[in-house]
T-cell receptor, first 112, second 109 residues
Framework: SQTIHQWPATLVQPVGSPLSLECTVEGTSNPNLYWYRQAAGRGLQLLFYSVGIGQISSEVPQNLSASRPQDRQFILSSKKLLLSDSGFYLC???????????FGSGTRLTVV | DAKTTQPNSMESNEEEPVHLPCNHSTISGTDYIHWYRQLPSQGPEYVIHGLTSNVNNRMASLAIAEDRKSSTLILHRATLRDAAVYYCILERSNYKLTFGKGTLLTVNP
């Protein structure tokens, strides 16, 4: 069966520090991968998506970047965190046009 | 991205059916209609999706209007565990879901 792993569950980082969040998917090949962010009391905002290794599409210009070094690995990074980067970060995967998008359990990031 | 319109909130009583409406008047012929729900501090959970025909699964039913400009998610017997934010989303051929504000469903015991 397919599973998605996202870690860490919570993270507190100082302003200006780097960030690396990792997401891995098991049990499927060539998934589409997504990073979403949900600020407190807000809806989900699509940040990046990838349809293949090394292929990254950015939805919103910002302080973050994404990479897909392997087929089932998706990484969200920042060189210097801002206070406005705080939020709930969710990774998701799908098999194109075949059904459900599956979300990870999320990382709650607080930048202090 | 294709826009959907949902009521901000709805209320239901436990063990009664719930009909959650969604308008998507700009839908194109190849757009899939997806429904997800989200509990506080959790990632969204897939509920159901469809293209043209009505769909049923163990969680819910999806009724799609003949012109596809609207759809309704039907929870046949609401439970307290169904209280969540429900999102209606159009999946276009660019393989991504763009979430709106959703409907906050409150289930009264």
């Amino acid at each position: 069966s397919q599973t998605i792993h996202q870690w860490p569950a919570t993270l507190v980082q100082p302003v200006g520090s780097p960030l690396s969040l990792e997401c891995t998917v098991e049990g499927t090949s060539n998934p589409n991968l997504y990073w979403y962010r949900q600020a407190a009391g807000r809806g989900l905002q699509l940040l990046f998506y990838s349809v293949g290794i090394g292929q990254i599409s950015s939805e919103v210009p910002q302080n973050l970047s994404a990479s897909r070094p392997q087929d089932r690995q998706f990484i969200l990074s920042s060189k210097k965190l801002l206070l406005s980067d705080s939020g709930f970060y969710l990774c998701a995967w799908s098999v194109q046009r075949q059904g459900a998008y599956t979300f990870g359990s999320g990382t709650r990031l607080t930048v202090v | 991205d294709a826009k959907t319109t949902q009521p901000n909130s709805m209320e239901s009583n436990e063990e009664e059916p719930v009909h959650l409406p969604c308008n998507h008047s700009t839908i194109s012929g190849t757009d899939y209609i997806h429904w997800y729900r989200q509990l506080p501090s959790q990632g969204p959970e897939y509920v159901i999706h469809g293209l043209t025909s009505n769909v049923n699964n163990r969680m819910a039913s999806l009724a799609i209007a003949e012109d596809r400009k609207s759809s309704t998610l039907i929870l046949h017997r609401a439970t307290l565990r169904d209280a969540a934010v429900y999102y209606c989303i159009l999946e276009r051929s660019n393989y991504k879901l763009t979430f709106g504000k959703g409907t906050l469903l409150t289930v009264n015991p």
